[in-house]
């Protein structure tokens, strides 16, 4: 929160505070100096300024302690004393002169403290129960409540605002932006729609078009982002996600010009240089993505999402040209020897050489599990399963409580049919990891391949009861509910949402088509299937799905294409696929 200030003193009160001030420092009298007559009682103004001027002063000094950072020369104690005195010297400001600001100030004042943001809601609350119908304080409360992942009190302090105060667009605006960034998207767009559209600012334009594009209105999202960045021209958020969707309707041109006119703007915005890297590999322009990531920030973070970026486009050379970036200064970070590793692996299959790099990672580094894990992938790879198992549980050994090595070694036993033995490993890593959601992620697509498909779902249940925001546990029990025909409105809402937390995952882009077309939303279920074959092209249940809508619709050819590419995919359901095709 922002601090204001409260009050405008005159000089002659300033110099008596300070006065006062002075004289209670029990600075003693030089010798042969006259005593001063006692001190005249302040009047009460002369008191309500004395106190705000303790208090800006203690203020400025936890400021300069803060922005001293390790060099500042006070203890945890003498910060701790200054904070309660500054509180103190405060609440009789209050307590003389209340105004929702001075309690706005005493708020901010515990928001970064360690007793939490409970303290600062408390003296929220107590601010509007003075002052009931103040917008920034009822914010204010609102967004204590976000902080502490308390989104349903958040919105109901907004509602209850918004139903005294049913023409504050302002507030109606931050409740939309609310429910955005909780990923309510549907009751967002609800609220911002409310906002008459001459009245919406271009923060309110780029929420609601951010919300448009989660809930697939494409257009619509295009259209009230370019209105936002014609009202603000250097809204780079606005932008940015405007050429994103540009990107998701394959209009890369529009796209591309977006991005070229914020570096244009800043090069500040790493973000956009990524996005453009990104759209000319689609293009299939690897050269000036090159030069695009050549010339970008020597960072370490923005390196390395450039090479991922080439790696997971193929162009694995120049992935590696980036990636050699980070050699230049000096001592070589770890992620260069995994990267090199995967590069090696993927775009050379050389697998003894990426067993080279990833021996480079020292055991004392973070990455030392990764590249245990990924050397047991290897292995794995080249049919040496005992090998494989056995670095799986050389991790286990060094990383107990690491559930990836569980994982892991589960995930390896599969491999070899041995699902019993995978249950297990996931067994005694939940023994150890009480209710972790991978681990119970895990174990229940195990029971899916043994046919205990009920102990599965319910086990999935139990993972987003308790992590909602899971998105590939929403995935799978709503495509559970779609395959078993029930549940059909719960179950698009569980895809749905997983789907805007990972709106670019192919196969949840599947479970969505999947549920509209059990629901015999067809137009919906064509729209979905066409993203999905887009973002994953090999896999043949998606490609069976995509035959199954388009026959639904009457589009013959169309589902033609579908099952064809499913078999050649290779459908575990090849008879039925054939059988299908005859139909048609």
Not at 140 to 154: E, G, T
Not at 164 to 187: F, I, V
């Amino acid at each position: 929160m922002k601090h204001f200030s409260r009050v405008e003193t005159h000089t002659a009160l300033a110099v008596l505070a300070l006065l006062a001030l002075f004289a209670m420092t029990g600075c003693a009298a030089r010798t042969g100096t006259p005593e001063l007559p006692p001190a005249s009682p302040m009047t009460e103004t002369a008191r309500l300024d004395y106190d705000y001027l303790v208090y800006q002063d203690l203020i400025h000094q936890l400021q300069r302690h803060i922005q001293e950072g390790e060099s500042s020369k006070l203890t945890v104690e003498q910060v701790n004393d200054l904070h309660a005195r500054a509180v103190e010297a405060l609440d009789r400001v209050i307590a003389a002169a209340p105004s929702p600001q001075l309690y706005a100030d005493k708020a901010a004042m515990f928001w970064n403290h360690p007793d939490g943001t409970g303290q600062s809601r408390n003296a929220l609350k107590e601010g509007l129960e003075r002052f009931p119908d103040n917008r920034m304080l009822t914010v204010y409360l609102a967004n204590s409540y976000v902080a502490d992942n308390r989104v349903d009190d958040a919105i109901s302090v907004m509602d209850n605002y918004l139903d005294r105060h049913q023409d504050d667009l302002e507030a109606r605006e931050r409740l939309g932006q609310m429910l955005m960034d909780a990923g309510r998207d549907a009751e967002a767009l609800d609220v911002l729609k409310q906002i008459p559209e001459k009245d919406r600012t271009a923060d309110a334009l780029y929420a609601m078009g951010r919300v448009q594009g989660n809930l697939g209105m494409r257009k619509a999202a295009i259209a009230n982002l370019k209105k936002a960045v014609a009202i603000d021209p250097e809204y780079t958020e606005a932008m940015v996600e405007l050429a994103y969707q540009y990107e998701l309707a394959k209009d890369y041109v529009a796209a591309e010009e977006i991005y070229s006119t914020i570096l244009d703007q800043s090069e500040s915005f790493p973000e956009a240089r990524l996005r453009l890297i990104n759209l000319n590999l689609k293009l299939n322009d690897p050269g000036k993505a090159l030069d695009l990531a050549l010339s970008g920030p020597p960072t370490k973070s923005f390196i390395l999402d450039a090479v991922l970026m080439f790696i997971n486009d193929g162009f694995f050379a120049q992935g590696s040209t980036v990636l050699d970036m980070l050699t230049s200064g000096g001592a070589v970070p770890a992620e260069y020897y995994f990267y090199k590793a995967v590069i090696a692996d993927e775009g050379e299959n050389d697998p003894a050489k990426a067993m080279g790099f990833l021996d480079q990672v020292d055991k004392t580094d973070r990455l030392y599990p990764h590249a245990l894990r990924f050397k047991a992938q290897l292995l794995a790879a080249q049919g040496k399963d005992a090998e494989a198992l056995a670095m799986a549980a050389e991790g286990k050994r060094l990383y107990p409580d690491a559930s990836i090595f569980y994982i892991l070694e589960a995930g390896l036993l599969k491999q070899t049919g041995d699902l019993s033995g995978a249950e297990l490993s996931l067994r005694q890593g939940l023994a150890r990891l009480p209710n972790d959601p991978e681990l119970t992620y895990e174990l229940a697509m195990v029971y899916e391949a043994l046919g205990r498909r009920p102990e599965g779902l319910a086990l999935m249940e139990t993972v987003i009861r308790a992590h909602p925001d899971h998105a590939n546990a929403l995935n799978y029990v709503g495509y559970t509910l779609a395959e078993e025909n029930r549940e059909l409105d719960r179950a698009l809402v569980l895809v749905t949402k997983a789907s805007a937390l990972d709106p670019e995952n192919g196969y949840i882009l599947d479970s969505v088509a999947w549920v509209h077309f059990k629901k015999n939303d067809l137009a919906k279920a064509w729209e979905y299937i066409r993203y999905a074959v887009d973002v994953v092209e090999k896999d043949p249940t998606i490609w069976e799905h995509y035959g199954d809508i388009a026959a639904a619709l009457g589009k013959v050819k169309e589902a033609r294409k579908g099952y064809n590419f499913s078999l050649k995919f290779q459908s575990p359901q090849a008879d039925e696929v054939r059988e299908k095709l005859k139909q048609l």
